[in-house]
């Protein structure tokens, strides 16, 4: 199935009031994401974070950036999927122009890409936008 | 003297605070304890009364800066019984006191020369000796543990021989909470080398849990942190033999370390200031002080007992949890419990956790070339301190089967 839009993220987050539920969708999120195969994950593709392993693949379609991204750690695949919401099969452009910190904030899940969390979240977002900014694309 | 662990609790004002709208739960300290009042004061004090440089103002404010500064060395050599207050070397923390080891050794070793660590290090007692003996030519030797996290006494000792110069241990696992028999492996380095190879004890995980006499334990240097026993972050003590850092490289060069200095030269201070360079951390130093001497006050083997059994009650109901397994099942440890999950990534584990209020630490602990000998991607851990009661401990096992349920 196809992973819903930030808007639809947006609305799914605003409708739950408890964390359970918000983390149950997370992990759902986590669950539906397409799995990366395992023969990419490598050294090349790993961003190495303290508590959490994740891996990201870039292919360019078109003007279109493409990803493909995985974690050891569900809730991470999950916040990956937020991510993918954000940037996936989008141009540098629109990478460039999205403001992930408000989105997050939007979502009340800021904590997740903070410095303080060793998840690598933080710093897959930064490796899509360095990709972004270093594509011929822009 | 009883250990009433709720009157302890109320010393700690952290303790009563929330965290997602839960009590805090709060265990991980192996990565930080918490503070207790009196040294949150005594910083206070330091800064709100006497703020000033030490060891060279000519006024009053120096004088008492002073005195407190050099009265908290006094109070931790005798808190390890060292031999001497020249034996106490302020730094940044355990991993500043093992470079200053490591940094050392690393100009004295030569080719051929073998230094000993275990496979249980965090990389603070591992990667300085390993880059130690590649910029010397010596050769490391990583001595092997069991499955459950024990080193293994007789091939640690066949490690040793004549070429051996360093071996360095860990008081405790900070990953899987292993304590090292140290008293009776310093004795047999000490023994099969002919007390030549020196032996350094890295404490960080030990001193908040067991009673450290340097001189009986007969070691050359052992480090820890103020920050992992009850005292201020940024603050670490070297402990080592006085004959031994008298003409120990120096470490670092600059203000405070120098006796005489001129255009073309300079000459190294005496101890314990050589290997002090810089503006030290005062506060800190003074905080770490009330934090000794609350801690002196209590009683000590009461309060071991009661940690140990917070660790005995924690893993029962580990070992009744199905679906979780211990990592780290040595016969003698300091309060960790480290674990993993059937379902539910370490990282996984910590989220769900924090969600419930209860604070715990997940990933490798530093510890990387660990976790791949024992096979897991990293653990979760709750390590507990002297003001963790029963109930902490069931409240991490109700949030654990919250954990089970969301990742089924």
Known sequence: MALPSTTEIIEDLEFFDDWEDRYKYLIDLGDEMPKMDPKLHTRERLVKGCQS??????????????????????????????????FNNKSA?????????AYFQRLELEQHISPTRGN??????????????????? | MAFDVQQIRQQFPILSRT??????????NAATTQKPQVVIDAIVDYYSNYNSNVHRGAHQLADEATRKYEDARDTLASFINANSRNEVIWTSGTTESINIVTHGMAQKLRTGDEVIVTQMEHHANFVTWQQACKASGATLLIAPINDA?????EEFIKLINANTRLVSIPHASNALGTLNPI????????????????????????????????QQLNCDFYAFSSHKFYGPTGLGVLWGKESLLADWPVWQTGGEMISEVSYQDAKWNTLPYRLEAGTPNIAAVIGFAAAINWFKQLDIK????????????????????SGLRIIGSASAKVPVLSFVM???????IGFILDRQGVAIRTGHHCAEPLMDRLSVPGTARASFALYNTSDDVEQLFVALKKVKMMLA
């Open chain 1, 120 to 138: 690598g979240l933080r710093a897959i977002v930064a490796r899509i936008q360095n990709i972004a900014t270093a594509s011929h694309l822009v």
């Open chain 2, 183 to 214: 008293k009776q492996l310093i004795s047999e380095v000490k023994r099969l080398t002919a007390d030549q190879a020196l032996v350094m004890i890295d404490g960080a995980q030990g001193i908040a849990h067991s009673e450290v006499d340097v």
């Open chain 2, 302 to 321: 009461a309060l071991l007992e009661h940690e140990n059994a917070l660790l005995t009650q924690a893993t029962q109901m580990a070992e009744d949890f």
């Open chain 1, 53 to 86: 392993n994740v891996w990201i693949d870039v292919q360019v379609a078109g003007n279109k950036l493409c990803f493909a991204v995985d974690s050891d750690a569900i809730i991470v695949r999950g916040l990956l999927a937020l991510v993918m919401a954000a």
């Open chain 2, 19 to 28: 965290v997602h709208n839960k009590p805090l739960v709060y265990l991980d």
């Open chain 2, 342 to 348: 059937d379902r539910g990534h370490p990282a996984d």
């Open chain 1, 93 to 101: 452009t629109d990478i460039l122009a999205f403001d992930i910190q």
């Open chain 2, 149 to 153: 996290g024990e080193l293994i006494t």
